[in-house]
């Protein structure tokens, strides 16, 4: 069907459809079974049977099958079916962990999705842009992205960007008339909104006509970009760090393999020994562990209500150093309250809590009707009419349905006893000029019941004040002088002081014959009627935030476009503004450059009266000092400071698509607490990862020396193939894993930020895998040593002792690894994830031992009792002989 020739009465009876009330629920079900969900097809993901086969492509592990094969071809088949067993359980742990971050990173990207309002059943609600379906009417406004093709059927300045389709990046405004023209271009479709599409100003609603593969976007989707998974820097370097522990294991696994057959061994043995330790000791799933890290750790922040969108971000949220944050809703409750008025020589007070439109007015403390009062009438009822906002009743609690501070000024008018519904009916919109946050106001020409014209404007009370040339005072309009400009800003002053955010109200009466075209014109020679003063209380949970980053060496920076004065007052109570803080306005941010600004931003703790557009100036200048920023926002104008800063905060519940698309974090709950607890987590997260790299390198270091000192020495080899595989298997997979599930260290937000040129083997990292591995390799083969020489007719015996000590000396480590410091530092049984691992380790270690039908296979007897002394007590020596040297330098 031809839509855009349709007239809109049309439209709404082709697709059967309400424009008022929208859709049922059981029609959407029916239209969803008919037409599917609204989604792009997407290219084939790899299946979880070529995921599988994909865990034995590594060529370590194709040597090592190589070589089971010719163990079999030679007679060898325990050892061979042994060897493949433990590959494919190894296998199967690598299968889980990439299956387990895929699901991860999938579940995150349907948490990011789109979100759309809609009305159906009646009722406005938002729901994800994939549950959409043709015959749906939405609702959208500046920032948001268009969820579907849709016929426009009422627009407000609404322009749209429509460059993903067109390649044109100039905004097409958009109407609600029918077009003539029988096959337009999509760029001439004037009446339709295109889905994947940017509304850039204004709002509008529409009706759905296109869903999934039938839109515009779907028609040529391989226009689509679609943002690849790439990897995060931490684990390119790790990758990098991969190839040169390969070329050293190999170079050591090949010394191995030559020292022993000069020492006499086979060389049969001695290959099978070199791939199974060269198998072993590089690590080759370390940055598939580092990913199932990351997505672990982004899925415990989603629990805590913030959605990572970019993996790299986990990194850099613990370099963070300057967290730049909105005040409205981020710092504040968003829970706008009016609760003074303000016009000539009268103040009134408004009673009431929170939406309940239940409230009286005083003056002096004596009750006062709102119909005896001319002004406070015209305040209440403008604020009212220019006003997008809407109550709805869900659950027995009143919901608000639009902007919070909208929705305080319209529920101050109801307390008066004024709906919207019957002011509509007193007075028609002829036009509107939507809010921006450049010009800082709202504005709508109406005509009343008698056919006067007037325009009705509301905003920020200084940027109103120099529209204005006359006002309202005790019900005369005066001229607007000096004077009277001073005590309308002393009053300003006043309301801010006490913290509250203030929105003036203005209007000037029109000729009906005069057509305005433009917000210049309509904004001009105002009459100021008077001021509504707004409490937004800060959150209770804030203060502490803010105190805690600044002890993590994180700088708070408070941006808004509040008056100075409120800004001062709130960020005081916030703990933000101190005695050497500075605070900059909009105007003097304009008119300094970024170099200019670089030399104050280290002092300057509140941004006031500013612009989204100031923002990008603060991050460049930050950044140019060396600061890692995040910074937060919801507006379209924010995007770009968003994405130039180093993490972009968009706000979940009032950001914009514009905002959400350019940011790495989201706020699911809008709170600034959130962005403190995002950076502890994403602190953790690295420590966590520095934790099982230790770890896993410490050990296979371990591995590999145990054998070379064996061969150097002259000695049987303390360890067989098949056991440094299951020591592998055994030590290596779940504790790595429960490290990466590590809670903080007490001191994780007591420190200052990470650098993020910091290399993985930094704060003594390097040097703790050297000694702790050296020490692991030495003990075993002590050990060993001792057995053998005991009864050198019981080389399996002393072997056994060898695999048993290995294990339990790594095993013992990674609890030395949940710290910096020391393993006692911190209590043993503090990561349950980690005990229940190593007790599993045990466990298998021990089956391999005492279960005679593995003794064959893994070439174990069962130890004694008193040998268990002599290898728990070596175990131990690599964890509690640095432990001790640790309290030594600590009582020092």
């Known amino acids: 069907m031809k839509f855009h020739e349709m007239e809109i009465k049309q439209v709404e009876k082709a697709l059967e459809t309400d424009f008022s009330s929208g859709l049922s629920t059981e029609e959407v079900k029916i239209r969803i079974s008919k037409n599917g969900l609204n989604e792009l097809d997407e290219g084939e993901k790899q299946s979880a049977l070529l995921l599988f086969f994909s865990q034995f492509k590594d060529f370590m592990v194709l040597v090592l099958l190589a070589a089971t094969l010719i163990s079999g071809l030679l007679g060898e088949y325990i050892d061979a079916i042994a060897i493949i067993a433990i590959v494919l359980i190894n296998g199967c742990l690598g299968f889980f962990q990439e299956r387990r971050a895929e699901k991860s990173l ?7 999705a789109p979100h759309v309002m809609i009305v159906r059943d009646g009722e406005w609600m938002k729901i994800p842009s994939r549950e959409i379906v043709i015959g749906d009417v939405l609702k959208f406004t500046s920032g948001d992205r268009i969820g579907a093709d849709v016929r426009v059927i009422d627009s407000r300045s609404l322009e749209v960007e429509e460059s993903a389709l067109t390649g044109e990046s100039v905004p097409v405004a958009k109407h609600t008339e029918c077009l003539q023209h029988p096959n337009p271009g999509i760029g001439d479709m004037e009446n339709i909104a295109f889905m994947g599409t940017m509304v850039t100003r204004g709002s509008g609603v529409g009706v759905v006509i296109a869903t999934g593969m039938k839109t515009a976007m779907g028609q040529i989707a391989d226009l689509l970009q679609k943002a690849e998974v790439q990897d995060t820097p931490l ?16 170079f050591l696994t090949i010394l191995v393999v030559v020292v022993g057959v000069i020492q006499g061994h086979e060389i049969y043995e001695m290959f099978l020994a070199g791939v199974s330790l060269a198998v072993a000791a590089i690590p080759e799933g370390l940055p598939a562990i580092v990913t199932v890290a990351l997505s672990l750790g982004v899925q415990k922040m989603i629990k805590k209500n913030a959605i990572v969108r970019k993996l790299p971000a986990v990194e850099t949220l613990g370099c963070a150093s300057v967290i730049c944050s909105d005040k409205t809703g981020t710092m504040t409750q968003n829970k706008m309250t009016v609760t003074h008025l303000w016009s000539g020589s009268h103040t009134w007070i408004v009673d009431g809590v929170g939406y309940e439109p239940n409230g009286k007015f005083y003056e002096d403390n004596k009750l006062v009707q709102p119909k005896d009062e001319k002004a406070m009438q015209q305040m209440l009822i403008f604020g009212m009419l220019c006003n997008h906002s809407e109550l709805h009743m869900k659950k027995e609690e009143i919901v608000l349905d639009g902007d919070p501070t909208e929705g305080a000024l319209l529920v101050s008018a109801m307390k008066a006893g004024y709906k919207r519904s019957n002011l509509l009916k007193e007075f028609t919109i002829m036009k509107e000029f939507p809010f921006d946050s450049t010009r800082k106001m709202m504005s709508m020409h109406v005509k009343d019941k008698q056919g006067r014209h007037f325009i009705v404007t509301k905003g920020a009370p200084d940027v109103i004040l120099g529209k204005s040339e006359s006002i309202l005072w005790d019900e005369k309009i005066l001229h607007l002088g000096h004077e009277i400009q001073g005590k309308v800003q002393n009053e300003i002053n006043m309301l801010a002081a006490k913290a509250l955010r203030t929105i003036a109200i203005a209007y000037k009466p029109v000729k009906g014959t005069t057509v305005i075209l433009s917000e210049q014109e309509a904004e001009k020679n105002l009459i100021f009627i008077g001021i509504q003063g707004i409490i937004d209380p800060p959150r209770p949970e804030v203060k502490e935030a803010v105190k805690e980053c600044k002890q993590a060496g994180i700088k708070t920076v408070m941006i808004t476009g509040d008056h100075v004065i409120t800004a001062k007052a709130i960020a005081a109570q916030l703990g933000i503004l101190t005695n050497r803080s500075r605070v900059v306005d909009g105007n003097t941010l304009s008119k300094m450059s970024v170099e200019e600004l670089e030399d104050v931003v280290e002092d300057v703790s509140v941004f006031a009266r500013v ?22 926002g919801d507006g379209v104008n924010d995007a770009p400071a968003i994405k130039a800063a180093d993490i972009g905060v968009a706000m979940g519940i009032t950001g914009t698509d514009v905002a959400k698309e350019a940011s790495a974090l989201i706020l699911l709950d809008d709170n600034f607490a959130t962005i403190k607890g995002a950076i502890k987590e994403g602190r953790n997260i690295y420590e966590n990862i520095r934790k099982f790299v230790r770890y896993l390198l410490a050990s ?29 298997l055994v030590t290596d997979g779940l504790p790595a894993m429960a490290l990466g599930l590590d809670r903080p260290e007490e001191n994780v937000m007591k420190r200052p930020p990470r650098s993020p040129n910091e290399g993985i083997f930094s704060r003594g ?25 005991n009864d050198k007719t019981q080389l399996q015996y002393a072997q056994t002792v060898a695999f048993a000590t290995l294990v339990m000396a790594q095993l013992i480590h990674v609890f030395d690894c949940r710290s910096e410091k020391s393993v006692l530092s911190r209590n043993p049984f503090g990561n349950s994830y980690l005990v229940w691992s190593v007790i599993s380790s045990i466990a298998l270690m021990l089956v391999a031992i005492y279960y005679p039908p593995l003794w064959p296979i893994f070439h174990t007897l069962p130890i004694s009792a008193r040998d268990w002394l002599l290898i728990v007590g070596m175990a131990s020596i690599p964890t509690f002989l640095l432990a001790g040297s640790f309290l030594l330098r600590k009582t020092k």
């Open 765 to 789: 990292l390097g040097w703790k895998v050297v000694s702790r591995g050296f020490l692991i390799g030495l003990v075993t083969l002590l050990a060993f040593i001792i057995v053998y020489h």
């Open 106 to 112: 999938q579940a995150l990207k349907e948490l990011s």
């Open 235 to 250: 684990q390119r370097r790790l990758e990098q760090l991969g190839k040169i522990l390969i070329t050293v294991a190999l």
């Open 611 to 632: 612009s989204p557009e100031h923002k990008l100036k603060i991050v460049k200048a930050l950044q140019n000092n060396g600061h890692v920023v995040a910074m937060t």
């Open 700 to 728: 296979n270091v371990g591995e590999i020396l145990v054998m070379l000192f064996a061969m150097i020495l002259g000695l049987p080899l303390p360890l067989i193939p098949i056991q440094i595989l299951w020591v592998n």
